[in-house]
């Protein structure tokens, strides 16, 4: 089954303490983005991949890095997480990021303490 | 600064209806436009788009209208079905992955 997997799917934390979020997609996907939805605010890219080793930052990338050295895996990294991270991500890929869509994960909720 | 904007949080509708959800956007460097649909506890799922090249798009009973001097651009699902209730959101996107996407309009279908 094509899908995008992300874990895990609800993560409480503390602030300051490194986190990984990890995505993986199955339909070799050239692009890959990842989201924080937030009430109100609709969907904000956080950075995204056009391909391996192409990484670039979206609307909202401080606090967050991101990597992608293979095809397949794209996971976000939070340094230091800090409250004002709390909220739901979103990993998602997309055979051209143009007509075709993108293909979402499940989401992760994080609540950072 | 919100470069794509839905401005009605929410929309009630009669089963067998027209649902009509609007979107404008601001960036006229936008070619692609996209709607996808969110059910509670799922990732958006990729609706219906259309290019800026075209006015209109059809695929089953969803099509999706765009006015592009008018940087607007709407979803219209006829016949409406309870099934149709969830969270619309409107994207848009100038070629380079980066998409940007609207706040969202809920969308309930009452039998």
């Known amino acids: 089954e094509a899908q995008v997997t992300q874990n895990p799917r609800y993560l409480i934390t503390v602030t300051g303490k490194k986190l990984t979020v990890t995505c993986s997609q199955n339909?070799?996907?050239?692009?890959m983005s990842w989201y924080r939805q937030d009430p109100g605010l609709g969907l904000r890219q956080i950075y995204y991949s056009m391909n391996v080793e192409v990484t670039d930052k979206g609307d909202v990338p401080e606090g967050y890095k991101v990597s992608r050295k293979e095809k397949r895996n794209f996971p976000l990294i939070l340094e230091s997480p800090s409250p004002n991270q709390t909220s739901l991500y979103f990993c998602?890929?997309?055979?051209?990021?143009?007509?075709?869509?993108?293909?979402f994960g499940s989401g992760t909720r994080l609540t950072v303490v | 600064d919100q470069q794509v904007k839905q401005n009605s949080p929410s929309l009630s509708v009669q089963e067998g209806r027209i649902s009509i959800l609007n979107c404008d956007y601001t960036n006229s460097m936008f070619d692609y436009f996209l709607w996808y649909k969110k059910y509670p506890a799922e990732g958006p799922t990729f609706l219906i788009s259309i290019s800026s090249i075209k006015d209109k798009n059809e695929d089953g009973r969803f099509t999706v209208f765009l006015n592009k001097s008018a940087k607007h651009l709407s979803l219209h699902i006829v016949p409406s079905q309870p099934g149709d209730s969830a969270v619309y959101f409107c994207?848009?996107?100038?070629?380079?992955?980066?998409?940007?996407f609207g706040a969202g309009t809920r969308l309930t279908v009452k039998p």
């Open positions: 998602a890929s997309s055979l051209d990021g143009t007509l075709y869509g993108y293909t």
């Open positions: 994207a848009a996107s100038d070629g380079n992955n980066d998409m940007r």
């Open positions: 339909m070799n996907h050239e692009y």
